[in-house]
Every structure is written in structure tokens, then in C-alpha cells.
């Protein structure tokens, strides 16, 4: 634990923060951070129940005086993207995250930090375990794999909850107020591939690709930074076109939510033509380099001579691989009609893997307009069977449908224009929250989203704004106190 994090202001938060990063908690294995959160509420006698699905539920009555006013549920996610940097050693699995403090910012050691959406679980944990605070009665939900298809939120039981407003604090700019989001689709990908044997007269190349800013698939995809899927299999079928390079091995991406930051090719080019390739390659890298020097400044391709391939892609393959990942519509692909400079419809070719005898890759494609989605998605899938290729379409979930006439939204607005002195930006989000899942199944609930300044979510650049968590702070208990009466 960085006792000097701990000892940020507020303390209350940047403590359980702190507390919280020293339990593994990747998605899909979260047993020991819902453990982690129901030793935390039974050590305070409060009411802490876990459902089927791995959610967990602590409820705290509300403080003296404030029994009439409505029950807040406060809503974080207990599950963090694991992602760290190639050279950084370190196991998901076993070791805490390791906080730092770079200026301004709170920062992780070649990791991400967590911050998504930890922040949000450290301050729930603050409000749970205070004796002084003012608030009405709470429901603290904490909802597991949000960051791998949100499977928590969609098996809440109608009636769980019986809060009549939802503080979802996920969202990662403050001084704004959101009030909808996009709704998902992943794209599974299975390729089937044949393999060929090599001429005795090749030469083994690999080609590594680091540097890269990756982020957040979907708050971060208008920033146009460079996925390293896609420029790796750009430089594979202009090297493939005009010096014959044959395909062996590639793996780019980690994660489905995440823009990919690196990718390894490996194969094979004809002793006679290394010379040219490596010409080649020099150019590439300036002309890649240049077109990416604003978004990935860091953006690095490396070429090394490795031992030559047993096998290779036969040539069929290798086209119909090639040329569907060249075709691919990575990014935005439509902006919104009714939110200026909001993203409508985007998507993401996060992972692609070469193994012996097919590729597998993964899209995730988001959208606020359900129809855009499927669209997308299914123009998507047509591309990859035309290459050959088996498609499945799963995890989708909704959107959030904004709605401007709301009541903590409107409380939310006054309370921060009393606190900071100028009213915040509402804003719906490109992002996939559980907002809109958790309203499907609890229909009663009124619902708004805010947090602290969060930047590079999902990479090992992710950080958390010092002075921001201090204010989101404030303006939570500031929420908490003026509550609406039943």
C-alpha cells in the first residue's frame, strides 16, 4: 500500500482506495473482492447480502432527520481491466496494484490503476463506514463484470432494490452530469486457416508494435489513436503485395473494451528480398509514425530476424485474413443527430490471434441507437463470413435513454452550481454504463451519472485527478443531504 496515496484528501476515500487495490480483482474472477466487500459490511452490522450472480448489496439506514427523504442506491462496479504495459512485470492475479502520485495525478506502475471504477467503490465504502455524514437511506450496490459484458446489472431481480434514486459514479469527467449511454454488441470471430510448409530459402521476421496509447474503446475512440491490429495488417498486406511476406503467428489486443496498444507479427519473406523489406519497413515506420505523432507520439515498430517459421499461412488464408482486417471500419463510424459532438455508433477491432489452425478475433461495436448497433454489427459479421469466416453476435445490452426532465438530475445541477459557483454540463456518453440495464429490471429508479477526472481507462496510462476526487466528494455528500423527501 502507498501510504502517501492513503493520506490524499479526503483521506475516507483515497484510504479504502487504497484498501481495495491490494485485492486482485479481473474480471469474470471477482470472488475475492465481493469477499473483500462482504467482510466490509458485516464488520459494520449493516444489512450485506450477495445475490446468485456475485452482486453485493449493503444497506445502511438513513442518519437522524432524514428518515423521510428517498432511499439513494449508490452504484459502483467491483471488477477492474487488467492491462499492463509488455515489459512491466506483474500478476493480475497475485499482486496489488501499484499506486503512484505523478503531479497532479494518481497514476499505477505500468498498469492500470483501477480508478475505474474504484474511485466510486472507495467512496461508497467511506459513506457505509462514516458516523457523521448526512444521509437518507442507502442501498450500496456493488455489481460485478461490468467490464466484460455487465452480466452483474443484467441479473439483478426485479425488486432487489428498493431505492427510488440510482447515483451510478462511473463516469470520468467532473464538472458534468450524464444522462444516457451507448448500448453494446461484441462480434466473435472464428476463422478457419490452413497452413503451408516453407522453401528452405526464407528468412524468419518479427515485427513488434508498442508505444501505443490504447484507451477506453468507446469514451476514447473519437481521439483517433492508431489500433495496432489495424496498422499491423496494413503493413502485412503491403509487404504481402510487394515482397511475398508470408503470415505465421500474430497477436494484437488483450481486451474486447479496450483500443489495442501492441501487436506481434511473425513470418517470413525470401532471403532476396530481406534487403527490401527492411527498406521498406524504414518507411512504413516514418509514414505510420507521422500520421499518429499527435494521438500516439510513443508509437514504436521494431523489426527483428527471428528463426524461420516451421509453417505458414497457405496463401488463401492469408488473403482472406488480410484483406477482411484492411476492410474493417475501426472507429467512428457515425456521430449523433441530437448531442452535439457525441459519437452515435462506433467500433473496435480489439483482439485478433493467430493459432494452428484458426484465427479468433474479437469486435465490440456501441451504439445509443439500438438499430445503429445491430446494423453495424451484422455489416460486420457479413464482412468476416464473406472472408470465410464463423460469426457470433453476443452481450448486447441497452442503452440509457436520457431523459431531461429528471429530478436528481435537476437537483444535481443546483447542487453543484451552489457548491461551484456555474452549472455543469449534461452530457449522454459514448461509453457503455449499467444504468439502463439496472432501470430494466428496477423501473422505479431515477437515475444520474458523475465521478472524478478519470483519463486512459483500460491502459497502463490511467490516472485519476487528485483535486477532482476532492470535489466529487463534496458534491456526493452535498447530493446525499438534499435528497427529496418521499
Known sequence: MNKEVAELAPQRIWKNFELLNQVPRPSKKEERVIQFMLDFGNKLGLDTTRDKAGNVLIKKPATVGMENRKTVVLQSHLDMVHQK??????????????????????????????????????????ILESTDIPHPALEALFTIDEETGMTGAFSLQPGWLKGEILLNMDYEDEGELCIGCAGGIDTNVTMPISRTNLDTNYVGLMFSLTGLKGGHSGVEIHLQRGNSNKILFRLTNEISNKFGFKVSDYDGGS????????????????????????????????????????????????????KTPNTVLDADSQFRLTKAICAFPNGVYKWSNDFENLVETSTNIARVKIKESDVTIQCLTRSSLESGKDDLANSIGALFELAGANVDHSGSYPGWNPNPQSEILELGKNKYAELFGKVPEVKAIHAGLECGIIMSSQTQLDAVSFGPTIRNPHSPDEMVNIKTVEKFWTYLLAMLAGTPEK
Not at 102 to 122: F, I, K, S
Open 85 to 126: 504495459n509488455s515489459d512491466t512485470v506483474f500478476d493480475f492475479d497475485q499482486d496489488p496494484i501499484r499506486s503512484l502520485i505523478d503531479g497532479e495525478w494518481v497514476t499505477a506502475d505500468g498498469t492500470t490503476l483501477g480508478a475505474d471504477n474504484g474511485m466510486a467503490v472507495a467512496a461508497s465504502m467511506a
Open 255 to 306: 481486451l474486447r473494451n479496450a483500443i489495442p496498444r501492441e501487436g506481434f507479427l511473425t513470418g517470413a519473406v525470401s532471403a532476396n528480398k530481406l534487403a527490401d523489406v527492411k527498406e521498406f519497413v524504414k518507411e512504413f515506420t516514418e509514414t505510420i509514425q507521422n500520421e499518429y505523432k499527435t494521438t500516439d507520439p510513443n508509437l514504436k515498430l521494431v523489426l527483428t530476424e527471428v
